[in-house]
Nanobody
């Protein structure tokens, strides 16, 4: 059974840090591009970051550049999102999503992703 399992969310004060993990279960990790999306209440889902199957290509939405870092360890079939200098506007449910390598990498379009995790809630509040 193929599934993506996110972990690492929680409550943090502004300026704090969280590291999200996305475990790829039943996937051959190097065969998938991975993206993180987030959705806040009443808002549309938006792309946060992207990493290609090999890790050689990454991308970030402008509002998180310089604060968030995406990485992957294909030996552990896990993708990480290190989030630093968190702001209240980063509060959202965070999802990881996978797209097969035989498809071209796509940034920011949730419709391009075939597999989704259940999400992990991140709340930034004092």
């Amino acid at each position: 059974q193929t599934q993506l399992v996110e972990s690492g969310g929680g409550l943090v004060q502004p300026g704090g840090s969280l590291r999200l993990s996305c475990a790829l279960s039943g996937f051959t990790s190097p065969n998938y591009h991975i993206a993180w999306f987030r959705q806040a209440p009443g808002k549309e889902r938006e792309g946060v970051s992207f990493i290609s199957s090999s890790g050689s290509l990454t991308n970030y939405r402008d509002s998180v550049k310089g604060r968030f870092t995406i990485s992957r360890d294909n030996a552990k079939s896990t993708v990480y999102l290190q989030m630093n200098s968190l702001k209240p506007e980063d509060t959202a449910m965070y999802y990881c999503a996978a797209r097969p390598i035989f498809m071209p990498p796509v940034w920011g379009d949730s419709r391009a992703y075939n597999y989704w995790g259940q999400g992990t809630q991140d709340t930034v509040s004092s």
